[in-house]
């Protein structure tokens, strides 16, 4: 379930990505970098046992 997860979140970051980058290239960048850090967030604490 958690590689199925990941893989739907990775798709809509690069689909929200490519469609700001049609509006405005620094939003784009800006959100990237929102949705870079937080993918990196879920899978820091998804590997970490409670």
Do not use: C
Request: proline letters at 4%; aromatic letters at 6%; charged letters at 15%.
């Amino acid at each position: 379930m958690r590689n199925k997860t990941e893989g739907i979140i990775e798709s809509l970051a690069a689909v929200l990505v490519l469609f700001t980058a049609m509006l405005d290239p620094r939003i784009s960048v800006g959100l990237a970098v929102v949705v870079l850090i937080g993918l990196a967030v879920y899978t820091f604490r998804a590997k970490t046992p409670s």
